[in-house]
T-cell receptor
């Protein structure tokens, strides 16, 4: 039973480019969460999605960031026009239901040059 | 307001000894969940243990136990018989009724042979 998959594991983008991060939840999980971890800090919640629905995006920056979880395929976190401050590890987690424990993917480390 | 506080940025423990990692939380909700995650140097987040706010017994998972003191709003992680592989960052997290997670800043544990 595969765990949460994230790709790519490492992503390098120049300022102004777009970054697209993918997350495939664990089999049977329909809830996906995205977190950002800046160096030397804990994880900060960004967005919580179910299939085709954004449940809570209170942690998402208002501009340049968007997330989706389509009916088919992985969840996507998209960052447009990246800036150096976007450099961080982005973790995806999934859960079976809204109140159950979250299982994390290995993370995508984004570096903006 | 900070929801989760981990006051120990770094801890050292002798191999085979027990160690306690502190975590206090702040909430006015009656229903919440408390979690501990381990993040080794490879970067992934590994779920360790969960305690529900209504659980009367302290959670245990193998060598991990959670010392839950509800009145003091603390949820300390106890690792017994430390092993070299336990060296990692440890994050305490709280889930609120809206299923949003809040993470502490982490404690770096080093196990000394």
């Amino acid at each position: 039973n595969a765990g949460v998959m994230q790709n790519p594991r490492h992503l390098v983008r120049r300022r102004g480019q777009e970054a697209r991060l993918r997350c495939s939840p664990m089999k049977g999980h329909s809830h996906v969460y995205w977190y950002r971890q800046l160096p030397e800090e804990g994880l900060k919640f960004m967005v919580y999605l179910q299939k085709e629905n954004i449940i809570d995006e209170s942690g998402m920056p208002k501009e340049r960031f968007s997330a989706e979880f389509p009916k088919e395929g992985p969840s996507i976190l998209r960052i447009q026009q990246v800036v150096r401050g976007d450099s961080a590890a982005y973790f995806c987690a999934s859960s079976h239901g809204g109140g159950s424990e979250q299982y994390f993917g290995p993370g995508t480390r984004l570096t903006v040059t | 307001a900070q929801k989760i506080t981990q006051t120990q940025p770094g801890m050292f423990v002798q191999e085979k000894e027990a160690v306690t990692l502190d975590c206090t939380y702040d909430t006015s909700d009656q229903s919440y969940g408390l979690f501990w995650y381990k993040q080794p140097s490879s970067g992934e987040m590994i779920f360790l243990i969960y305690q529900g706010s209504y659980d009367e017994q302290n959670a245990t998972e193998g060598r991990y136990s959670l010392n839950f003191q509800k009145a003091r709003k603390s949820a300390n992680l106890v690792i017994s018989a430390s092993q070299l592989g336990d060296s990692a960052m440890y994050f305490c997290a709280m889930r609120d009724p809206g299923n949003q997670f809040y993470f502490g800043t982490g404690t770096s544990l080093t196990v000394i042979p």
